[in-house]
T-cell receptor, first 117, second 116 residues
Framework: AQKVTQAQTEISVVEKEDVTLDCVYE???????LFWYKQPPSGELVFLIR??????QNEISGRYSWNFQKSTSSFNFTITASQVVDSAVYFC??????????????FGAGTTVTVRA | DTGVSQDPRHKITKRGQNVTFRCDPI?????LYWYRQTLGQGPEFLTY????????KSRLLSDRFSAERPKGSFSTLEIQHTEQGDSAMYLC??????????????FGPGTRLTVL
């Protein structure tokens, strides 16, 4: 069963527009971590943010912000004032901690973001 | 602090040949992971090491695949008798051991394998 669903396959925006990426996850654990990674055309996955299941406080880090809602199992990610360099594939990932399963990430299929100048 | 490195970055081989990839984790990271990523998909977990011990292998890792981390530092992933279905990006990641047994995984640039 798919644990992480990213319903948006592609998003195209004009520079300076905001971009919100949706992520819905599925887990039975009470302790888990959620991540967003960015994969530019070069191929390397770049860590962006991490959130644990006990902290639903939403934060802003530079142009990135996230909205974590346990009630709807969603972990959405927003890029404010997008730039061409933000063009990449963005992956949401889940790591569950049940004492024996805390070591691997379950990734969504990714959302391709294209920012046009 | 250098990041995770992988070698080679690209590998083209003929079906039936053996290939070996290398991953050098961030120094002092005792956890090392291998993932496989096919076109248009997210990475899928293959296997995981804590120091030199291989603690888990995914069902995706057939008998033709073997991974080692002999001294708890670098790791190798070998695929024997390659098949066209093995064509993918092979990603390596490393992490320290966090408070709850989890910490952020940092990924290398990957090795793209093409099997002709």
């Amino acid at each position: 069963a798919q644990k992480v669903t990213q319903a948006q396959t592609e998003i195209s925006v004009v520079e300076k527009e905001d971009v919100t990426l949706d992520c819905v996850y599925e887990t039975r654990d009470t302790t888990y971590y959620l991540f967003w990674y960015k994969q530019p055309p070069s191929g390397e996955l770049v860590f962006l943010i991490r959130r644990n299941s006990f902290d639903e406080q939403n934060e802003i880090s530079g142009r990135y912000s996230w909205n974590f809602q346990k009630s709807t199992s969603s972990f959405n990610f927003t890029i404010t004032a997008s730039q061409v360099v933000d063009s990449a594939v963005y992956f949401c990932a889940l790591s569950e901690f049940n004492g024996s399963n805390d070591y691997k990430l379950s990734f969504g299929a990714g959302t391709t973001v294209t920012v046009r100048a | 602090d250098t990041g995770v490195s992988q070698d080679p970055r690209h590998k083209i081989t003929k079906r039936g040949q053996n290939v070996t990839f290398r991953c050098d984790p961030i120094s002092e990271h005792n956890r090392l992971y291998w993932y496989r990523q096919t076109l248009g998909q997210g990475p899928e977990f293959l296997t995981y090491f804590q120091n030199e011990a291989q603690l888990e292998k995914s069902r995706l890792l057939s008998d033709r695949f073997s991974a080692e981390r002999p001294k708890g530092s670098f790791s190798t992933l070998e695929i024997q008798h390659t098949e066209q279905g093995d064509s993918a990006m092979y990603l390596c990641a490393s992490s320290p051991t966090g408070t709850y047994g989890l910490d952020t995984q940092y990924f290398g640039p990957g090795t793209r394998l093409t099997v002709l």
